[in-house]
Nanobody
Framework: QVQLVPSGGGSVQAGGSLRLSCAAS????????MAWFRQAPGKEREGVAS????????TYAASVKGRFTISRDSPKNTLYLQMNDLSPEDTAMYYC???????????????????WGQGTQVTVSS
C-alpha cells in the first residue's frame, strides 16, 4: 500500500521560507517521476515542480522558478520542496504526487499521477 505523507506547511509572512516534505512508504521516491502541485480556493490544481526519474531533471512552473527547489532523499525516501521568498500568491494547499501513469513528468497534468498525499496548507501573509 502506497502512502505519501506531507508535512512542513504553515503560516509565514511574505518573503519567508518553508520546506515541505513528503514521506513515502510502499513506494520508492528515487528512480521515478514525482511532483508537487498546489490548489488555491476556487482555482484548479496546478503543477509547481517535478523531478524526473534521473533525479537530475527538474521542471518548475514559471511563477515559482528561481524561488522553489524540488529534491529527494533516497535514504529517507522523502520528496522535498524548498520554498523561498514566498508571496501571498503562493497561498494554497500543496500536494505531492507519485507514479506517473502517462505523459511526461513535466506535463503537470494531475490526472496523470496515480498516488497523492493528503495535502499540507501553506499560508503567506503580506
Amino acid at each position: 500500500q502506497v502512502q505519501l505523507v506531507p508535512s512542513g506547511g504553515g503560516s509565514v509572512q511574505a518573503g519567508g521560507s518553508l520546506r515541505l516534505s513528503c514521506a513515502a512508504s510502499g513506494y520508492r521516491v528515487t528512480g521515478y517521476c514525482m511532483a508537487w502541485f498546489r490548489q488555491a480556493p476556487g482555482k484548479e490544481r496546478e503543477g509547481v515542480a517535478s523531478i524526473r526519474s534521473d533525479g537530475i531533471t527538474t521542471t518548475y512552473a514559471a511563477s515559482v522558478k528561481g524561488r522553489f527547489t524540488i529534491s529527494r532523499d533516497s535514504p529517507k525516501n522523502t520528496l522535498y520542496l524548498q520554498m523561498n521568498d514566498l508571496s501571498p500568491e503562493d497561498t494554497a494547499m500543496y500536494y505531492c504526487a507519485a507514479f506517473l501513469e502517462r505523459g511526461l513528468c513535466s506535463d503537470f497534468i494531475p490526472s496523470n499521477f496515480r498516488y497523492w498525499g493528503q495535502g499540507t496548507q501553506v499560508t503567506v501573509s503580506s
